[in-house]
């Protein structure tokens, strides 16, 4: 990925890969958004508000739930982009062999140790979280459970600070918003 065509390819058959693997998918807002805006809205975020030009770790952003959510493998990963990025994915990527409170705390658990590039896209997962929780929340969650989710992101970002303080400084922001969730 050293020149800026490569760059762009890459990044391009990332989405593309990504469209395809979540194309039944949906989010779980109101309107039942299409699921590859949010790993998009990763990308956008870590560009265009935290200034990462690191090719790997857009596309890992781009790819970060794909094999959390669908059948792909980390070796169909590896194979299309490359060991690095595969990495980063797995990284980012929750057991969902196990229960789900045990995830919950294991990602509290695991954030200071992470490499910088899983930390910076589990930092825009997080944003992007709050965001979508913010502005069209799942249909059916009461207000305590939008604010226990809220209080998680805040644990798990936690062992992220000193990564990166401007995407920090946003996510402390949506944080401050706490009340809008009713
Ligand atoms: P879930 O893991 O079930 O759902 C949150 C995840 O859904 C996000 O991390 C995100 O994951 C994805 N997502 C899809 N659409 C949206 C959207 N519009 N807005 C936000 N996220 C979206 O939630 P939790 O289990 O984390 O529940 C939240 C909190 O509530 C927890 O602290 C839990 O303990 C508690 N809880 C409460 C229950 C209750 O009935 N009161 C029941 C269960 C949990 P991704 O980025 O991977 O797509
Ligand atoms: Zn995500």
């Known amino acids: 990925m ?3 065509t490569g760059v762009a390819a890459q990044i391009i058959k990332a989405a593309a890969f990504a469209a395809a693997k ?9 309107e039942a958004s299409p699921y590859i805006n949010h790993p998009i ?10 200034g990462i030009a690191d090719p790997s770790v857009l596309c890992a952003a781009i790819l970060h739930d794909t094999i959390e959510d669908t059948q792909t493998t980390p070796a169909e990963l590896e194979r299309h ?18 229960e789900k409170q045990v995830r919950k ?5 695991r954030a200071p140790h992470s490499s910088r590039e899983a930390r910076l896209v589990k930092l825009a997962d997080k944003i992007c979280n709050l965001r979508d929780l913010l502005s069209s929340p799942p249909a059916d969650w ?12 805040d644990q798990v970002v936690a062992g992220l600070r000193g990564t990166h303080p401007g995407l920090e400084a946003v996510f402390d922001g949506l944080l401050a918003r706490r009340d809008e969730l009713g």
């Open 2 to 4: 050293e020149n800026p």
């Open 41 to 50: 809205a990763l990308a956008d975020v870590l560009a265009n508000e935290g």
């Open 81 to 98: 982009f490359g060991r690095h990025v595969a990495s980063i994915v797995l990284e980012v990527t929750d057991d969902k062999s196990l």
């Open 22 to 30: 979540h194309r039944n998918q949906r989010r779980k807002d109101a």
């Open 105 to 109: 705390q294991r990602q509290i658990e």
């Open 142 to 153: 009461s207000s305590e459970r939008k604010r226990a989710y809220l209080d998680w992101s």
